[in-house]
Every structure is written in structure tokens, then in C-alpha cells.
């Protein structure tokens, strides 16, 4: 069964400082991996996705992940942190023991603050 | 577009009340989910609806009942709501139902079960 496991349920950065939020999954098969945004009050939205077409994904605002194999990680980072970073961030992997439903299993979620 | 819509936005129930939260999406989508969001929990999946006519059960499905009313509605039904089911819940909706598919989110409705 696949699994993702984020380390750090809360990361603090300065403005301008390196972003970088780990991931780690468990799978029997190449997984397919996603990185979600939920700003405060809002719903989920996608930043990048993984699909096996390239190890290093570039998504929206800046941010990308690069799918590393043999660490089962899939990291995302962002060069330089702005204030509307802060959000809380979500790795999700596709469950692709249960066919092709398109449900996703979640990991704990990351908070990110950015400090002036 | 609006997207995916839920209402209400907030709702307070009392142990053994029930309530039927409402999810519209306005994308022609063909499959819709709910989750439900803890703290340290992530989300979870509770039903899903792979396409219009089908429902299932998620990781979550105890004390739920879905129905997807058409191809733009998808509701969840607490009969007879606890305090375990205090939490955010999500409704998203994909094109598709494939394992690529990106999915859109609701803003949430935040329930609270005294």
C-alpha cells in the first residue's frame, strides 16, 4: 500500500530564504505524487505533480519538487520564500492499489511561515 | 466559474442531530470526493464518486452516507452526527478518476459536534 510521510509539521523561513519541505512515500510501484497548497480558509489546490515523465517538476509561483527514487522522497522547494508562501503545504501519492480510482492518500501536512 | 461550491461554510450540531452537507462543481467534472481534514491528520478520504450513478467507500466511510445527485452534486449525510465527527470537511472534483488526475477543492465546511 502506498504511504507519504512529511518530516516537520511546521517549518519557519525568512523572506528570501531557501523553501525546502520534505517527503518521503512508500510504494511497491513508481508512484505518482502531487504537492498541494491550502492557504488559510481556503480549499486545496495543486502546485506540482509527479508523473514519471521527468525526476524534476516545476509548478506554480515559483516552487518545484524533484522525485528521487532511491530515497522514496519527493522534496519541494522554492529558491527564495515570499510572505504569501505561508500556507500549509499537503504530499499526497496516488492509492494505485485500489485500480484507477484517482484516490489520493495524504500526508500530515506541513506548516510553512515566512518571517519578514 | 465558480468552481467547487459547499455550504454552509460553518455549522454547529448537537450529539444525534443530523445534517446533509451540499458540494456543487460547475467544471463538467466526472468524479467527486470528500475528505475530512483533523490536525496532524492530513486529509482523509471518506466517499468518493467515480462517476455519475457510482458511489464508494473511502478510508473513512463509518457514520457517512453519500449521494451523487447528478453530475454537478455530490452531498454527504451525517444521520446522527458525535463529537468524532467535529472536523473540516472537503469536497473536490476531478475530471476524470484516473491516478494522474488533478483535483479541485471546496473551501470547506467546518463542522462542530457539541
Known amino acids: 500500500a502506498q504511504s507519504v510521510t512529511q518530516l516537520g509539521s511546521h517549518v519557519s523561513v525568512s523572506e528570501g530564504a531557501l523553501v525546502l519541505l520534505r517527503c518521503n512515500y512508500s510504494s511497491s510501484v513508481p508512484p505518482y505524487l502531487f504537492w498541494y497548497v491550502q492557504y488559510p480558509n481556503q480549499g486545496l489546490q495543486l502546485l506540482l505533480k509527479?508523473?514519471?515523465?521527468?525526476?524534476l517538476v516545476k509548478g506554480i509561483n515559483g516552487f518545484e519538487a524533484e522525485f528521487k527514487k532511491s530515497e522514496t522522497s519527493f522534496h519541494l522547494t522554492k529558491p527564495s520564500a515570499h510572505m504569501s508562501d505561508a500556507a500549509e503545504y499537503f504530499c499526497?501519492?496516488?492509492?494505485?492499489?485500489?485500480?484507477?480510482?484517482?484516490?489520493?492518500?495524504f500526508g500530515q501536512g506541513t506548516t510553512l511561515q515566512v518571517k519578514p | 466559474n465558480a468552481g467547487v461550491t459547499q455550504t454552509p461554510k460553518f455549522q454547529v450540531l448537537k450529539t444525534g442531530q443530523s445534517m446533509t452537507l451540499q458540494c456543487a462543481q460547475d467544471m463538467n467534472h466526472n468524479s467527486m470526493y470528500w475528505y475530512r481534514q483533523d490536525p496532524g491528520m492530513g486529509l482523509r478520504l471518506i466517499y468518493y464518486?467515480?462517476?455519475?450513478?457510482?458511489?464508494d467507500k473511502g478510508e473513512v466511510p463509518n457514520g457517512y452516507n453519500v449521494s451523487r445527485l447528478n453530475k454537478r452534486e455530490f452531498s454527504l449525510r451525517l444521520e446522527s452526527a458525535a463529537p468524532s465527527q467535529t472536523s473540516v470537511y472537503f469536497c473536490?472534483?476531478?475530471?476524470?478518476?484516473?491516478?494522474?488526475?488533478?483535483?479541485?477543492f471546496g473551501p470547506g465546511t467546518r463542522l462542530l459536534v457539541l
Open positions: 473536490a472534483s476531478s475530471e476524470g478518476h484516473g491516478v494522474l488526475e488533478t483535483q479541485y
Open positions: 464518486s467515480a462517476s455519475e450513478g457510482t458511489t
Open positions: 509527479y508523473t514519471s515523465a521527468a525526476t
Open positions: 499526497a501519492v496516488s492509492d494505485l492499489g485500489s485500480g484507477n480510482t484517482g484516490k489520493l492518500i
